[in-house]
């Protein structure tokens, strides 16, 4: 029996017949309905797109094409959506882990290796009267009457690149180191007592726990004390009688490690002060307080960026003032009229509870041509020939 399809007069022979050999039963559960077709990644052109001039008579479809064989209504289809969403959801993969990265709790803190600072202050006491007079005659006539005034004293060396830091780089850490010098040594409000935060913004975040410590509970155990951070006067003492500070001084830089320079300042400031409590116009009732400070500063690349310093250690001489009062806190001058008190620090009780003193027993006398109103300092003699070393213990029995 013919099918539908079949040539009228039967199929030509040697093709082979039949609805089982055309037909096989694989095919015949095969629908094409709608989603057959919208499935198909070919689609063929219409009658109208064929008028055009196109060289294929097919095209391919996208998964991000409404997957319908009609025309485009702006909105994607279920191919477009689901492609979308995986576009999406690596998207937010990676935008989350970039987020857990930066939000690491193992990641350590800006500043938080830095170093505690160690800092000794060692009082000068006077080995003559104190001299008054006016703040310019005074400094006419102490070592102090070539010294630059105020930052004009704090200058540069000459400056070259390390190995591992440029020209440059270098520059900044020694404007950096200049800019606290400054800060800590001659800003008025910081020499009164009234003011710490010029000081505390130009130090490393590690050390701003100890600088407040400092400043707020100071003491002698060569951590905290808050003179070894920046020069201040107790204001119940002496306050200062001319903003001219006398300075002098040298700066230097080395190169400590590849991460990490250093720099050394020397630098001896010499102020005139008045008592706290006296008129400040007194003609006569000024006299001169000389601090000598040694500080290095260290700076790793951030240090550097951020225009920060992490100040290691600090060591300071100042006089006249009486090595029996702690001057952690502040200075307390000897003022004009004064007399050489007794050499020597307070008595340290070993059995004693609480902090003892680490700087107990560090006091000197200040020589007479560091005196203010002294004859100009002079080179010290060579020791004698017969000078006595000092004693080494002897092999043990």
């Known amino acids: 029996m013919a099918v539908p399809g079949d040539p009228p007069n039967g199929p030509p022979e040697g093709i082979g017949g039949g609805d089982d050999e055309l037909r096989p039963d694989e095919f015949r559960s095969v629908v094409f309905d709608e989603d057959f077709v919208r499935a198909a990644r070919l689609q063929e052109f219409s009658a109208q797109e064929r008028m055009g001039e196109h060289a294929r008579a097919v095209r391919s479809r996208s998964i991000w094409?409404?997957?319908?064989?009609?025309?485009?209504?702006?909105?994607?289809?279920?191919?477009?959506?689901?492609?979308?969403?995986?576009?999406?959801l690596i998207a937010s993969a990676f935008a989350i882990a970039v987020y857990m990265g930066m939000r690491n709790p193992y990641v350590p803190a800006p500043g938080g290796n830095a170093e505690p600072l160690s800092s000794t202050v060692v009082p000068l006491a006077p080995a003559v009267p104190v001299p008054g007079g006016r703040p310019a005659e005074l400094y006419a006539n102490s070592p102090a009457a070539e010294y630059r005034i105020g930052a004009a004293g704090i200058t540069l060396p000459a400056v070259r690149r390390t190995h591992h830091f440029t020209e440059s780089q270098v520059v900044a850490a020694l404007s950096i180191a200049k800019d606290y010098l400054v800060q800590s040594s001659l800003d008025p409000d910081v020499l009164s007592g009234a003011a710490s935060r010029p000081v505390r913004v130009l130090l490393d975040p590690g050390q701003l726990a100890q600088f407040d410590e400092s400043v707020t509970t100071p003491s002698g155990d060569g951590r905290h004390a808050a003179?070894?951070?920046l020069v201040r006067f107790d204001p119940a003492t002496?306050?200062?009688?001319?903003?001219?500070?006398?300075?002098?001084?040298i700066l230097a830089f080395q190169e400590l490690n590849p991460e990490a320079l250093e720099v050394s300042t020397d630098h001896?400031?010499?102020?005139?002060?008045?008592?706290?409590?006296?008129?400040?116009?007194?003609a006569d009732g000024?006299?001169?307080?000389?601090?000598?400070?040694?500080?290095?500063?260290?700076f790793d690349r951030e240090d550097l960026t951020a225009r920060r310093a992490e100040i290691s250690s600090a060591y300071v001489m100042a006089g006249p003032q009486d090595c029996a009062t702690e001057p952690a806190e502040g200075f307390r001058p000897l003022l004009a009229g004064a007399g050489p008190t007794t050499v020597g620090p307070p008595a340290s009780d070993p059995y004693a509870a609480g902090q003892p003193r680490r700087t107990a027993g560090l006091c000197g006398v200040l020589a007479p041509a560091g005196a203010p109103g002294g004859p100009p300092a002079t080179s010290p003699p060579p020791p004698p020939a017969a000078a006595v070393s000092p004693a080494r213990p002897g092999p043990s029995p």
């Open 65 to 88: 094409s409404g997957g319908s064989a009609g025309p485009r209504t702006g909105s994607p289809g279920r191919g477009a959506r689901q492609g979308m969403l995986l576009v999406l």
């Open 227 to 229: 003179t070894g951070w």
């Open 268 to 282: 001896t400031f010499v102020y005139a002060v008045r008592p706290a409590a006296g008129p400040p116009a007194a």
């Open 286 to 298: 000024a006299s001169l307080f000389t601090v000598r400070r040694e500080l290095r500063l260290r």
């Open 238 to 249: 002496a306050a200062v009688a001319d903003s001219r500070v006398r300075v002098s001084g």
